[in-house]
Structures are given as structure tokens and as C-alpha cells.
């Protein structure tokens, strides 16, 4: 059974910057497209970011030019840098891998909850 393990976040200052980190406990080296979503209270849960195989990305609109995905495959490990954080970034974060069936319509990990506030 694969797992993926998000760790990272935490209270950040607007304008602060943090990285999130999945781990996943099966090679990610062969997978293809990964991504991160986010949900916020009250709100549905929303893709943030995507990353294939051979490291082309996607970005939602609200998080283009501060987020940055990232995948290191030696470490089997997708990475998501936000930088400029804003209090609207406050959710909790996914990773997700539709090959493993963890996304929509499939499993969620536990994810690791962002907060931005002063």
C-alpha cells in the first residue's frame, strides 16, 4: 500500500514563505503527473499545482509567480515552495498522485494544515 506523508506547515506572517513536503513510500521515478490541492474552511477543495514526469508544471491562477512545485526523485519526494503567502493561502494541503489513487475520487492523506495571519 503506498503512502504519501505531508509535512510543513504552519503559521506563517503574510508575505512569509514555507515548503511543503510529500513523501511517498513507493519510487515516484516512473509516476506521472503529481500535483497539490488545497482546502480551505467552508471550501471545496481545489487543485493548486502540477508536476509530470518530465517536470512540466500547472499552476491555479491565485498561486502563479509565488508557488513553485518540485519533485526529486532520488528522494521520492514532490515539494511545494509558496513564498508571498497571503491569509487566503490558509488551508489544508494535499498531495496528490491519481496513479497510486490518491486525489479526486480517490484517497487523501492526512495533509498538513498552512495558516498565514499575523
Known amino acids: 500500500q503506498v503512502q504519501l506523508v505531508e509535512s510543513g506547515g504552519g503559521l506563517v506572517q503574510p508575505g512569509g514563505s514555507l515548503r511543503l513536503s510529500c513523501a511517498n513510500s513507493?519510487?515516484?521515478?516512473?509516476?506521472?503527473?503529481m500535483g497539490w490541492y488545497r482546502q480551505a474552511p467552508g471550501k471545496q477543495r481545489e487543485l493548486v499545482a502540477t508536476?509530470?514526469?518530465?517536470?512540466?508544471?500547472d499552476y491555479a491562477d491565485s498561486v502563479k509567480g509565488r508557488f513553485t512545485i518540485s519533485r526529486n526523485s532520488a528522494k521520492n519526494t514532490v515539494y511545494l515552495q509558496m513564498s508571498s503567502l497571503k491569509p487566503e493561502d490558509t488551508a489544508v494541503y494535499y498531495c496528490s498522485a491519481p496513479a497510486w489513487g490518491y486525489g479526486p475520487g480517490g484517497s487523501w492523506g492526512q495533509g498538513t494544515q498552512v495558516t498565514v495571519s499575523s
Open positions: 508536476i509530470t514526469r518530465g517536470g512540466s508544471t
Open positions: 513507493r519510487s515516484i521515478s516512473s509516476i506521472g503527473v
